[in-house]
């Protein structure tokens, strides 16, 4: 029998695949698909304080094996997901983790407040990445100082764990990580999209509207997996692997390469049931290769 | 909805670069209703990634048709499917157009551009049933943009053909040819689907007419049932905050919610 619960120190998952923010929207659309019981848990969509209406459209665009998107996290904000989602998510038995974003440092702070007083959440994933909500795509996550101010200022009054979630559009990640750390962070995801975007040669005009976008998807699989290992040579931490996993074989290199857990993506959308699929082949692994706990591939790379 | 990972295709039909498709999927068929639409993958490799919309063209005996232009990277991967392989598809997905007993005996105006044609056919079997008179109005820029004429015509269907050429049919848009129609034809309803611009005009006649229309609009979408929110136009009655899903509260609309794109510039 192989065990794939992972322990994160301070969350147990049931096993390591988890969703990433934006592309699993609040997870209820996903139960046509996936039994979320199933999940070692799901991130749910960017939450701001208040709603936001997002990005003009066209907001996506597909390029070689990857996906630029520039929602500009279109939400409901706190108040609505606490009175209309959280009630359909609380019999789920599995880790729900809100992905909290922010104007602000104080508007983490503030959604984390707000949240704490809500039950059923295991732990918060801090969107200090995401490339779209400000025009040239910049956000805490670009500089160690900036990182290490919105983590300590969440993590003086937050009753949950943190996951920071950074961004890969950076000339050093391993700094950033260990800024996120020394402010107190619990965990780390890696990583956010790829600041990216495409031109319409007809029309010389931006794809999408927004001009900038993040990529995501198998495109940026080896570069994300790159940080990772980087990143899980300097940390003590543990840390959330993403970006590109579309199969069992891309969550083990991420394992593999030191994360603890992994997030499935732009996945979801060409196969919503891609997350099952994933868990059923991690358990196909570890079984060939006689691995009783998949906890023991975690940064087991041979260099 | 239902995932339907091999869904095998049981006959196909080309036409230059437009192509139908009949696939079998009970589950899909049998809830299908016109205007909804699926998610396909367009091949099995992760390049091109995404599914695509496409309307659902006809169901028959657990068998779901799609017609579709050869446009793009996607669309011409699935053209390149043959009898007896297999399709990936989720459906049905969205919402469909507006139907009700109300129309019983009443006629109703069909107007499709090119492609658009796809989901009317679904429609005007449903409005037979619902003992209502459709009369479809078909248009293509040439003769060989209205491949399933003659479909419509072997089943009987009142149907006005245009080419902007003049290639076959009355010379001119489609839209032209509805409005000049008016003057001694009385829809209760209007359903269209086409070009954004053909879909527009037809609004515009729709209004100074008083007449109820129902568009069905195109757009990118990343998943196809609401989850990621790549496919959002901002309609007539959306706050501020909150953009309408075209996947999820469409692709089907009345007329007095969308915003068309030339009156938005």
Same mark, same amino acid.
């Given at each position: ?49 208040? *709603?936001?209406?997002?990005?003009? /459209? ?28 959280? /009630? ?14 922010? +104007? ?26 995401? /490339? ?18 919105? &983590?300590?200022? &969440? ?13 890969? +559009? ?39 509207? +927004? ?6 998807? *198998? ?26 996993? &579309? ?24 196969? /919503? ?31 | ?9 049981? !006959? ?85 157009? !507006? ?25 005007? !079997? ?140």
């Amino acid at each position: 029998m192989t065990d794939l619960s992972v322990d994160l120190g301070f969350l147990q998952l049931k096993n390591p695949v988890l969703t990433a923010s934006g592309t699993f929207g609040y997870g209820v659309e996903f139960t046509p698909f996936v039994d979320l019981n199933e999940l070692g848990g799901f991130v749910v969509k960017g939450l701001y304080f208040h *709603p936001r209406p997002g990005n003009p /459209p066209p907001r996506l665009v597909e390029t070689a094996s990857g996906l630029i998107n520039a929602i500009g996290l279109q939400g409901i904000g706190v108040k609505r997901f606490s009175e209309e989602i959280l /009630p359909r998510l609380k019999d789920f038995d599995t880790a729900l983790i809100v992905n909290v974003c922010g +104007n602000e440092d104080e508007e983490y702070a503030a959604v984390t407040e707000y949240l704490d007083k809500q039950e059923g959440i295991a732990a918060y994933e801090l969107n200090i990445s995401c /490339p779209n909500t400000k025009r040239d795509g910049r956000c805490p996550a670009l500089s160690p100082d900036t990182t290490h101010a919105v &983590v300590s200022l &969440v993590k003086k009054t937050s009753k949950r764990p943190v996951i920071t979630k950074l961004s890969p +559009n950076v000339t050093d990640i391993t700094e950033i990580a260990l800024a996120a750390q020394e402010g107190g962070s619990d965990g780390l995801a890696l990583a956010n999209t790829f600041l990216a975007m495409a031109i319409d040669v007809e029309t010389r005009t931006p794809r999408p509207a +927004n001009v900038f976008g993040g990529l995501s998807g *198998p495109a940026i699989k080896p570069l994300t997996l790159r940080m990772v290992y980087q990143v899980a040579q300097r940390v003590q931490i543990p840390i959330v692997g993403i970006g590109g996993i &579309v199969s069992g074989n891309d969550a083990l290199e991420y394992m593999i390469a030191g994360a603890s857990a992994i997030e499935v993506g732009t996945a979801n959308f060409v196969d /919503p049931e891609s997350t099952k699929n994933i868990i059923r082949d991690l358990e196909a692994y570890c079984r060939k290769n006689g691995i009783q706990s998949i906890e023991q591939i975690i940064g087991t790379l041979k260099v | 909805m239902h995932k339907e990972p091999k869904a095998l295709i049981i !006959h196909k039909t080309t036409w230059g670069d437009y192509c139908l498709l009949g696939f079998r999927a009970e589950r899909i068929a049998t809830e299908a209703r016109p205007g909804q639409f699926i998610m396909v993958r367009p091949g099995d490799n992760l390049h091109p990634l995404l599914r695509r919309p496409i309307s659902i063209h006809s169901v028959l005996d657990g068998v779901v048709e799609i017609y579709f232009q050869q446009a793009g990277i996607g669309t011409k991967l699935l053209g390149q499917k043959e009898k007896n392989e297999y399709l990936d598809v989720i459906g049905p997905l969205g919402k469909g157009f !507006h139907l009700d007993d109300s129309l019983q005996g009443k006629s109703v105006a069909l107007i499709g551009g090119g492609r658009g044609i796809a989901p009317l056919y679904f429609l005007a !079997h449903k409005l037979r049933d619902l003992e209502a008179l459709p009369r479809i109005y078909y248009g293509g820029r040439t003769i060989n943009d209205i491949p399933l004429r003659k479909k419509f015509e072997e089943e009987e269907f009142e149907i006005l053909l245009t080419t902007d050429d003049g290639s076959f049919g009355s010379k001119g848009q489609v839209t032209d040819l509805f409005h000049v129609s008016l003057q001694d034809f009385s829809p209760a309803r209007i359903f269209a689907c086409g070009p954004e611009a053909m879909m527009q005009k037809v609004s515009r006649i729709a209004l100074e007419k008083n007449i109820a229309a129902e568009f069905s609009l195109e757009a990118i979408m990343g998943c196809g049932f609401g989850a990621c929110w790549g496919c959002v136009r901002k309609l007539k009655n959306d706050t501020q905050e909150e953009w309408s899903k075209i996947c999820e509260e469409g692709p089907v609309f009345p007329g007095e919610k969308i915003i068309w794109q030339e009156e938005e510039q």
